[in-house]
């Protein structure tokens, strides 16, 4: 018997007569390519059975591209990628009315005399949870303002002057403080401050919720924008509501 090294872990034994004998770890290596030849042709089969190409099934796996439209299906059913030709032909999305511009530049009154409020609470307030409250209503009422400005200048309307809703009253802007209320407010400190500020402010986003129904009213809300911000304002603020009406009812009498 002659035995030869190969570079492999074990030897290939060659015995007389030509007869070649492979090791145990030589016979596993040519079981895992024999089975890995058989997999190659089965695979190539089923994609010849079912007339799709590898490259076929990658392109089915792909996601629809931003500029597709997909038109959902009926319960139960898949939905179906509209084609060019279909998304030409389909409305367009309603453009918005004074109704809309009339909630925005109101609002962002609205939202102003909020932050004229919150304003007051750094060295008025005495419960922390209230200067967190404060804080999260400061942030999130200057964003939307920005929003609301934005969607104004988009649009060539009129943006209010800063200090429009200094004249604007509860009959036309539900919810807003009169200058006695905001006066009372200012004279206030510690927990009085605490508990009139969560009083009007409560008052204050009712309000707002209000003008978001007065908007729908007016067949306002048609365009998509306005209808999205102004759900967003619905949401956001009935959730402060909620949190500023369980911190009132723990703060002491």
């Known amino acids: 018997m002659v035995t030869a090294r190969t570079g492999l872990a074990e030897p290939v034994e060659i015995r007389y007569g030509d007869r070649i004998v492979l090791s145990s770890r030589h016979r596993i290596l040519a079981a895992v390519a024999a089975v890995a030849v058989a997999l190659g042709l089965a695979l190539f089969v089923v994609l010849r059975s079912t007339g799709d190409s590898p490259d ?7 996601p629809p591209t931003a500029n597709q439209v997909v038109q959902p299906g009926a319960p139960g059913q898949p939905g179906r990628t509209l084609s060019p030709v279909e998304q030409s032909q389909l409305p367009a999305p309603p453009a918005h009315n004074p109704a809309d511009t009339q909630f925005m530049q109101r609002m962002i009154g609205h939202h102003r005399q909020a932050l004229e409020m919150t304003a007051l609470v750094a060295d008025r307030a005495q419960s922390p949870e209230l200067s967190l409250v404060a804080r999260r209503i400061d942030t999130s009422q200057r964003d939307e303002i920005a929003q609301m400005e934005r969607w104004l200048t988009e649009r060539r309307e009129a943006l209010p002057g800063p200090h429009a809703h200094h004249a604007e009253h509860d009959a036309v802007m539900p919810g807003m403080l009169t200058p006695e209320q905001f006066g009372q407010l200012e004279r206030a400190r510690g927990a009085e401050f605490d508990r009139t500020f969560l009083e009007l402010m409560i008052r204050h986003h009712e309000g707002a919720l209000t003008m978001v ?18 759900r ?8 402060e509501i909620k949190s500023m009406r369980e911190l009132l009812a723990r703060l002491p009498r």
């Open 213 to 230: 129904q007065q908007l729908y009213a007016a067949n306002g809300g048609l365009e998509p924008a306005s209808d999205r911000f102004a």
């Open 232 to 239: 967003e304002v619905n949401a956001d603020q009935g959730i």
């Open 56 to 62: 076929d099934r990658v392109a089915q796996s792909v």
